[in-house]
């Protein structure tokens, strides 16, 4: 969802080591999920505070569902994937669980997700979820998954630089803009850099945009790679310009801030005036800063396709072999709509993608909440084709697209050279079905 680095720790049921014991334990045959009328396992990854907040939003639907109740475990990313990947081949995936949109083509595929099919509508209410909502998880006649929020991809600026030199945020409208105005604030108020460099984040959403806004796709219908080199190619070669008159963050420099987490962030510590990267990450970005950040939306090429806003969603599913169905279909809609549990958990996901649930939240919020909620909003508003739905190995992209961006940034190979080699493991890795 971010760009920013997850570390592992140890895998941790909130329920306590009892319930994480019944939760990790895998079987074969028909899983070891929840007995009929026992509690559902409820599985998501983050740090201790985003588990509290669903911790107490179960306890909210347990009270209103007399008889439904449910256990909680989580995990970081990194340890969470690797415990769905385990618990999958185990025939023992939790009752109801998240997932980023680079795992849904895999389970959805497998046949290990609930179909929501007879559940639409009459369980599982999708009125106020927006027209991509069911998109997001339709695996051929099937839907495995609904987003519970939305993030999208944009610039947040460093203000009182922005300020110093004139420069307003939103007159940035294309690329060309994007390197002007970096160029110019590059040594504005104690900054050091103009931009930081998202290439270096080894994550294949900033070279999406690009990607899109050319009219390709990360991926074809069957999986495949759906974007050409001349396009890659000019991606860095945008970057690259920047680098060479000194206005991007350094190799270096970017690498050991990419592992300081939010707070060594160049643009948190104040040596980065602009810095491109997921909108959801700006009330992060404003928690660990006393730097004013304002954001604008990612630039566009300037004969940029109209339909290429994306919006990469968090998904919630449900175990084809939950032996609750219907009590996992009632606690996913309680994620989706109920307001109630919306005020528990905010924004910790990003944008919620009920509309309804947005109205309700929009005025608690602070500044830097009502920042990203209110631009992703009027972004949405924007024609936007359906993101393709991510293959098996489409993470390995990431590791792909990092690669390629060090050999690059380092000078180890040209442009042309490392995209090559990007393009020949990109098709190896991700063979068209």
């Known amino acids: 969802m971010s760009h920013k680095r997850i570390r592992r720790r140890t895998f941790i049921g909130i329920a306590g080591a009892a319930g994480l014991a019944a939760g990790v334990t895998a079987c074969g045959g028909g899983g070891s999920n929840a007995e009929p009328d026992g509690p559902l396992k409820v599985a998501l990854w983050g740090d201790a505070t985003r588990a509290a907040m669903y911790r107490k939003a179960i306890a909210l639907f347990t009270k209103a569902h007399q008889g439904d109740t449910a256990n909680l475990q989580f995990a970081d990313l990194d340890a969470y994937l690797e415990r769905l990947a385990t618990e999958s081949a185990a025939g023992d995936l939790p009752d109801v669980l998240w997932m980023r949109d ?12 609930l179909d929501y099919g007879p559940y639409l509508d009459k369980t599982i209410h999708t009125a106020d979820l927006g027209k991509q909502a069911i998109p997001n998880g339709k695996i051929g006649d099937g839907v495995y998954a609904l987003p519970t929020h939305y993030v999208g991809q944009c610039v947040i600026g460093n203000k009182p630089a922005l300020e110093d030199k004139g420069v307003k945020l939103a007159d940035i409208k294309t690329w060309d803009d994007l390197a002007a105005a970096a160029k110019e604030l590059g040594g504005s108020a104690g900054t050091s850099y103009g931009l930081s460099d998202p290439t ?6 900033d070279l999406e945009g690009w990607v899109r806004q050319h009219g390709e796709e990360l991926f074809t219908p069957g999986g495949g790679p759906g974007f050409t080199a001349d396009t890659v190619i000019a991606y860095y070669r945008w970057f690259d310009q920047l680098r060479k008159a000194k206005v991007l963050a350094p190799a270096d420099v970017q690498v050991q801030a990419n592992g300081a987490g939010s707070a060594g962030d160049l643009l948190a510590v104040g ?3 602009l810095q491109i990267q997921s909108s959801n990450q700006l009330t992060q970005e404003q928690a660990v800063t006393k730097i004013p950040l304002v954001m604008t939306s990612l630039p566009a090429a ?16 449900a175990s084809a072999k939950t032996k609750n169905p219907e009590t996992a279909a ?9 307001i109630n549990a919306a005020k528990i958990t905010r924004l910790n996901q990003g944008a919620p993608s009920s509309s309804k649930i947005l109205d309700a939240l929009l005025p608690t919020l602070d500044k ?7 631009q992703i909003r009027r972004e949405q508003k924007n024609p936007s084709r359906p993101l393709p739905i991510r293959p098996e190995g489409a993470s390995q992209l990431d590791k792909l697209i990092g690669q390629a961006s060090q050999q690059i940034a380092y000078g180890k190979a040209s442009i042309p050279k490392a995209v090559e080699q990007l393009m020949a493991a990109a098709k190896k890795a991700l063979p068209e079905q």
């Not at 680079?102 to 997700?113: C, M, N, P, Q, S």
């Not at 830097?368 to 209110?374: D, G, I, Y």
């Open 102 to 113: 680079t795992h849904i083509g895999r389970y959805g595929k497998a046949k290990v997700l």
């Open 200 to 205: 270096m984040a080894s994550s294949h959403r």
């Open 271 to 273: 040596k980065s005036a």
């Open 302 to 317: 300037a004969d940029a396709s109209k339909d290429w806003w994306f919006f990469p969603p968090i998904l919630i599913s």
């Open 330 to 338: 009632k606690l996913i809609d309680f994620f989706l709509n109920d």
């Open 368 to 374: 830097s909440e009502k920042a990203f909620v209110t």
